[in-house]
């Protein structure tokens, strides 16, 4: 055939090797460094409710890296599903970060305990008899099923099954595609294929379920359909960005050079694109559909984010960056192809990411059911933020080690080499 | 078998060159997509420019291999949902009402207490817009930018291009190129390792569209004219059948009717009620008042005077049912009558500014309220009591002479009882009806009916009274027993020539 490059590997370093043990203890240290300081300064800006302050920054941070972590086993699964062959270069880079919601269970921990041992200062479901003070009024039929729902105990179940759900599926997919280095069996890849259509009915589930719990339960009379949406619209995003990052962050320090081709970058860009425009839609129809119907019972969420001066500022902000900002900069495909501007660009979408979530989270704090807090911007988001980070960073580096960054023998190699965005 | 029968075919075609045909180019078949892309890069790197590739699917990186630049479409779709953007958002801002237009007054609705003008609700429609335009946008301009529709192609004369669309490669060089020369062109496409080379020829002899395809068209017309013909036809023929209904529970819906009682029908089974009362609708919680009800100006209002003492007659002693039998009684029934009636206003209330405005206004009312039964002049000769007349007085139970005719004749506003009367009470008939004479209030606005008061009056004013006439009606000539109000048209005044049977003549009442 024309012009075809051999499915050959031809980068001269395709793993972190010994580098990963420094980014590990660095990045391992900033990180517990970050969560350290993060408590200590709500102890010291927040005294009455330290820990309130410490969990709500906590789980903004836990959403958002797990999230991202979930966008790429998403990115995994949807590539067996679709038996794309131009993704076959950056999988290992979406598997390995993929594989990071493993030890993102224990960095749950903090969450789940405290709950689990009576303390209500993050969900405030956790207090008895919250469902009557919240509603006002005698409970509806729906009033009493929620509170049912929302117990402790239930909470830490859905939990666990979902991380275990979610172990597994990073576990085997990596676990198959690093056996296939070795042997180059065809057949593991048809494996997962066959497993990537259950896995992702599995895996939806699972995700609707845990953005109810983490981020809607906050309001716990609140509700909305369109919720799991955004949060999922979200996470592809951010996975998707997450992946161009490492794998430019990698192509930067000269690994794995040739098989990340400028095709890989630019069809990342595109999903990027889809999935910011797929948010706003989804943003906009949550928005839409409550605006519209003016039922109290959904409207006062929305009104606290749209009418307090504060927040109304995030939200501005967000609609503008990311929606309006990206789908305008991820337009024209000469940036798509330009590996400095793509820097950039996941770098910016990994922060309205983050932006996305604090939105969502933060406003709910100090609320009693009836009236919000004011908005107050603290540097306990920001040292969790970059605390969360290290140990992610860390995460990563220790799960990918001395291992390959790309797919050695996989069948499709040679396509993804090949393939090109004419 | 293909390369074989093409070489002699072609050599003749160019060394001696038939007058009905031209040759427009040259055609190289290959086997496979490697060896068209290898030969779109000779092509261009021998200085070719215009020649085409064609291929059974888009083979990836064709576009480089021809030197295709990047198309501008993006950009023309781009300039085009933008445009949408506007459209979109411009038409509903449009449709609102948010802008004043003199040519559409525009749907004014608060739906579901928002605003008039309320952008959350206008996005769904602007990116419907943008959606359905950037389609057209994309798939017009497609068709623009690569020329089409074109009829036809002499390529598809070509036995060996019908594989174009199945396994074959095909390169084209066209004439027209400065650097085409058809001898060292071709030698050039059998080194890029073409299966085969062939001439491509334009047929000047048949520029006839085809009788096959004249033949469709033809039918397609006829059948064309089929939906409109039966239209037509139905839109002059009667059909003494019912008519369909598709959508039965559409058409006959299991629904409350606003301001009933009463239930609901479902499934002519369960009775349904909306509200423990069994009504569907709530009355107005008592002791309030709607906006804009409340109705303080007494004069403004009910056309009497303010501070008066408004009669009772629930107060008052019932009124005779039985017609007065002599003028004593009469005198007695208009005593008791006038008791009942408040003391009217003379004078048009404060909040009224009475200028030539409101006289137009009031004649504009008139003329759609009033004219139908009292007559453009206002001497109770509308059509409908002209009519209503007439029936009343040659039905059955008229010449049976049994009962009075059903109908009270429109009063002329000429007539001196009506001319004297008060504005008010003239407001008051307006509002709440008298006689025969149904209740405007509802229809007509407060200030509306104060109008038509005025223009009544004007009337009244503009009135002479036409003299008898003195000789046969017959010989009378059109126009000359007209003395009408000056701002009666003629037209509108030759209504009641006198020449009519005395049973419709209403003047003098």
């Not at chain 2, 036995?159 to 004439?175: H, V």
């Not at chain 2, 064309?224 to 058409?251: G, K, S, V």
């Not at chain 2, 009124?319 to 005593?335: F, G, I, M, R």
Request: overall charge neutral; proline content about 7%.
């Amino acid at each position: 055939m024309r012009h075809k490059r051999e499915a050959k590997i031809t980068s001269p370093v395709i793993t972190l090797g010994d580098d990963s043990y420094r980014i590990m203890s660095i990045a391992g240290f900033v990180g517990i460094a970050g969560l350290v300081l993060a408590f200590v300064f709500a102890l010291v800006f927040h005294s009455g409710s330290a820990w309130q302050r410490f969990s709500y920054g906590y789980l903004v941070n836990f959403c958002f890296y797990t999230t991202i972590s979930l966008g790429a086993l998403f990115f995994v699964t949807v590539h067996h599903l679709n038996r794309a062959g131009w993704s076959v270069t950056v999988r290992r880079i979406a598997e390995i970060l993929a594989m990071a919601i493993i030890p993102m269970f224990a960095l749950f921990l903090p969450i789940l305990l405290p709950l689990l041992v009576g303390n209500s200062d993050l969900y405030v479901w956790n207090q008895p008899g919250w469902t009557a003070a919240y509603a006002g009024h005698t409970l509806t039929d729906l009033e009493k099923l929620k509170g049912a729902y929302l117990s402790s105990g239930f909470f830490g179940i859905r939990s666990v099954i979902c991380f275990a759900i979610w172990s597994g599926m990073a576990l085997f997919f990596f676990g198959q595609s690093l056996r296939q280095d070795v042997s180059g069996d065809p057949k593991l890849t048809s494996r997962m294929q066959n497993w990537a259509a259950p896995l992702m009915i599995i895996f939806a589930l699972t995700l609707v379920v845990s953005s109810f719990d983490w981020e809607m339960s906050l309001s716990p009379m609140w509700f909305s359909t369109m919720f799991p949406v955004c949060f999922f619209a979200g996470a592809v995003m951010s996975g998707a960005a997450a992946i161009a990052l490492v794998a430019l962050l990698l192509q930067r320090s000269g690994r794995v050079t040739d098989e990340i081709t400028v095709d890989n970058i630019h069809d990342l860009g595109k999903l990027m694109f889809s999935f910011i425009v797929f948010w706003g839609y989804v943003e906009f129809s949550q928005f839409m559909l409550i605006w519209y119907a003016n039922f109290p019972e959904e409207t006062f969420w929305f009104k606290y984010r749209t009418w307090n001066s504060g927040w109304m500022i995030v939200s501005i902000v967000l609609l503008i960056g990311h929606l309006f900002v990206p789908f305008l900069a991820l337009l024209p495909r000469t940036l798509k192809r330009s590996r400095k501007f793509m820097i950039g660009a996941t770098v910016y979408l990994l922060l309205m990411h983050w932006l996305d979530h604090y939105w969502v989270i933060m406003p709910q704090i100090g609320f009693d059911g009836k009236d919000y807090a004011p908005f107050v911007f603290s540097i306990v988001e920001i040292l969790s933020f970059v605390g969360l980070g290290g140990l992610f960073v860390a995460i990563f580096s220790f799960i990918a080690s001395n291992r390959p960054l790309v797919p050695l023998r996989d069948p499709r190699l040679s396509e993804a080499l090949n393939y090109s965005n004419t | 078998m293909v390369s074989t029968h093409a070489h002699p075919d072609h050599a003749k075609a160019h060394s001696a060159p038939r007058p009905d045909s031209e040759l427009i180019g040259l055609l190289a078949e290959f086997e496979d997509q490697d060896a068209l892309l290898d030969a779109c890069e000779h092509a261009r790197s021998s200085g070719y420019k215009k020649f085409d590739a064609y291929s059974p699917f888009p083979v990836h990186g064709i576009d480089q291999a021809m030197g295709i630049r990047r198309t501008m479409l993006p950009f023309f779709v781009l300039a085009i949902a933008l445009g949408a953007v506007v459209l979109g958002v411009g038409m509903q801002w449009y449709a609102n009402r948010a802008v004043f237009s003199p040519l559409f007054p525009g749907f004014d609705f608060i739906i579901s207490g928002k605003p008039l003008w309320s952008l959350p609700a206008n996005i769904p429609v602007a990116f419907e817009v943008i959606v359905l335009s950037s389609c057209f946008a994309t798939f017009l301009g497609m068709w623009y930018l690569n020329r089409l529709p074109r009829l036809a192609n002499p390529l598809f004369r070509i036995e060996r291009f019908k594989r174009a669309s199945d396994d074959r490669f095909f390169l084209m060089i066209e004439k027209s190129d400065p650097q085409f020369d058809a001898d060292q062109t071709q030698e050039q496409m059998r080194g890029w390792g073409a299966a085969a080379v062939e001439a491509v020829r334009l047929d000047l002899t048949d520029h006839q569209i085809p009788l096959g395809l004249r033949r469709i068209g033809l039918i397609t017309g006829l059948l064309l004219l089929l939906p409109p013909a039966l239209i037509y036809r139905a839109q002059h023929a009667t059909n003494p059948e019912p008519r369909l209904h598709f959508m039965p529970d559409m058409d006959w819906q299991y629904r409350f009717g606003a301001q009933n009682v009463g239930p609901m029908w479902y499934n002519d089974r369960v009775p349904q009620f909306f509200f423990a009362d069994k009504s569907v609708m709530r009355l107005p919680v008592e002791g309030t008042v709607p906006r804009g009800g409340l109705e303080t100006d007494i004069e403004l209002f009910r056309g009497i005077k303010a501070g008066s003492k408004i009669p009772d007659p629930s107060t008052a002693p019932p009124l005779p049912t039985t017609p007065p039998a002599d003028e004593q009684e009469a005198a007695a029934l208009a005593l008791a009558q006038a008791a009942l009636e408040p003391e009217w206003v003379t004078t048009f209330p404060a909040a009224l500014t009475v200028d030539q405005a409101m006289v137009e206004r009031g004649r504009d009312r008139f003329n759609i309220y009033c004219v139908v039964c009292h007559g453009y002049a206002g001497e109770g000769d509308g059509l409908v009591n002209e009519r209503a007349l007439e029936l009343a007085i040659n039905s059955p139970i008229q010449k049976g002479a049994t009962t009075n005719a059903t109908w009270t004749k429109a009063k002329s506003f000429h007539d001196p009882e009506v001319a004297k009367q008060p504005i008010g009470r003239i407001f008051d008939t307006i509002t709440n009806g008298r006689s025969t004479m149904g209740p405007y209030g509802s229809q007509i606005s407060t200030r509306d009916r104060w109008a038509i008061v005025l223009y009544v009056k004007s009337l009244q004013k503009a009135w002479i009274d036409p003299p008898k006439p003195t000789i046969p009606a017959a010989n009378v000539p059109p126009g000359a027993s007209d003395a009408r109000p000056s701002n009666v048209s003629p037209t509108e005044g030759k209504s009641d020539e006198k020449t009519d049977p005395p049973l419709l003549d209403t003047k003098g009442n």
